[in-house]
């Protein structure tokens, strides 16, 4: 036995057993976090996908200040608040019709199982059950029971796989996606209940695109056979992509979608999943058995619900997609020049690259070396095997862009 750990916090994805050292943030203001002894580290994860604007938007921290002393917590089965009715409205504003219906929940993973038992509700509802999901090929949705099972299959689920329900998988869009398109269109043809994926871009299945003339393919079988079609941009929301979500590269609307990390700018919890009035109707009745059956605790906070208005106030009033733009432009323009990567690749601020021998196991005995590489320059890069990427807020600064792209070449070359 080792000795006794030096904290009684058990971390996420975190081997303790490896005693990689834990830096303790103390604080953090746009794109950089700050230890307590005063380090400045660059934030190029933006928090694991969460902050778009920068950590500490003032008009944020203000609302969510404003907000706590007004009305910190009430029940929201039967009750209402008006920050929750206010991010309603603003988000059927924002987003593409006929999304209408806007059900509040915590986290990404909470929006995923709320999108999944709104499709089921749906068939059930409607006299026709259906219970099959489809889904791609190194999805990742969230890591709750229902999440995982509608997600890829790996090291990081595998003690729980037994108890995950059966899925069917379409290949990975590569190329044209034909053959993407043909296994949907068979797979539609058996009568499921859904197709769930990640728009454009498969985050934690290792920074994969995929182009939208798929994406629209995809959306227009499912229309063609009836069978719902849930967008999961949890992570590719709110700008990470180019535009404010990826569906509208395609040019389509799904039947549910599901928004949380940035929706709150990145700052407190909260998830919405959306529905078009078809899964709204199937749910209204006056029958009290046929309501949605789904809540927890917190279901939108007033505090973090004030959060995400003050985030979609933002959108409203600052120039974000041009910011968004400016910063796809400058990633474009540093990974031209980058040297010594594989399948470099962009998608909108986003850019990742590989690094080291082939595969992409999310083990490869790379990674380690690798996030050590990078938390000895100060800098929050966290690699997925040996794939390195890069998803910064939107405000960091060409200085801070230089330094990063300058660690991946110094990386490449020390890595090969
Ligand atoms: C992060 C993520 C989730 C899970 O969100 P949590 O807030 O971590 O539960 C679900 N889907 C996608 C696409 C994600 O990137």
Not at 290 to 307: G, L, W
Request: charged share 20%; glycine share 10%.
């Amino acid at each position: 036995m080792r000795g006794l750990p030096v904290s009684a916090v058990w971390h996420p994805f975190t081997q303790h057993g490896l005693e990689e050292p834990i830096p303790l943030i103390a604080r953090a203001e746009g794109a950089a976090l700050y230890t307590r002894e005063g380090r400045r580290i660059i934030d190029a994860i933006s928090s694991w996908w969460v902050t778009t604007h920068g950590h500490g938007h003032p008009h944020i921290v203000a609302a969510i200040r404003d907000q706590a002393e007004r009305l910190d917590q009430i029940i929201f089965a039967g009750w209402t608040h008006e920050p929750a009715e206010a991010v309603a409205a603003m988000l059927v504003e924002h987003m593409p019709a006929p999304l209408a219906h806007v059900f509040f929940s915590d986290s990404g993973s909470t929006a995923v199982e709320v999108a999944l038992k709104m499709a089921l509700g749906f068939w059930l509802h409607r006299g026709e059950p259906r219970h099959r999901i489809l889904t791609l090929e190194h999805g990742y949705h969230g890591d709750t029971i229902g999440g995982m099972s509608v997600g890829a299959r790996g090291v990081y689920n595998q003690a729980y796989t037994p108890l995950l329900f059966d899925v069917e998988t379409l290949p990975f869009p590569a190329g044209d996606g034909a053959a993407t398109l043909s296994s949907l269109e068979r797979a539609c043809a058996g009568r499921p209940a859904a197709l769930i994926l990640e728009p454009l871009v498969l985050g934690a299945g290792g920074m994969l695109f995929y182009p939208p003339a798929v994406l629209a393919e995809m959306r227009a079988i499912c229309a063609r056979h009836g069978v719902l079609f849930i967008a999961d941009e949890v992570m590719t929301g709110w700008g990470r992509t180019g535009t404010l979500l990826a569906c509208e590269q395609a040019g389509i609307v799904p039947d549910i979608l599901c928004l949380s990390k940035g929706l709150t700018g990145g700052s407190l919890p909260l998830a919405v999943t959306m529905a078009t009035p078809a899964l709204f109707e199937a749910h209204w009745s006056t029958d009290k058995a046929r309501m949605f059956f789904h809540s927890s605790s917190y279901t939108a906070n007033p505090i973090a619900c004030a959060a995400a208005r003050a985030n979609l106030e933002i959108w409203r009033d600052e120039p974000v997609l041009e910011r968004v733009a400016l910063l796809a432009e400058r990633q474009a323009a540093r990974l031209a020049g980058l040297g010594g990567v594989r399948a470099a690749r962009r998608c909108g601020t986003i850019i990742a690259c590989e690094l080291g021998g082939a595969g992409r196991d999310y083990l490869a005995a790379i990674g380690p070396a690798l996030l050590a590489f990078f938390r000895e320059r100060d800098l929050l890069i966290r690699p997925m095997g040996n794939t390195v990427y890069l998803m910064p807020p939107y405000c960091i600064d060409e200085a801070d862009l230089d330094t990063l792209h300058a660690a991946i070449a110094e990386a490449a070359a020390r890595f090969g």
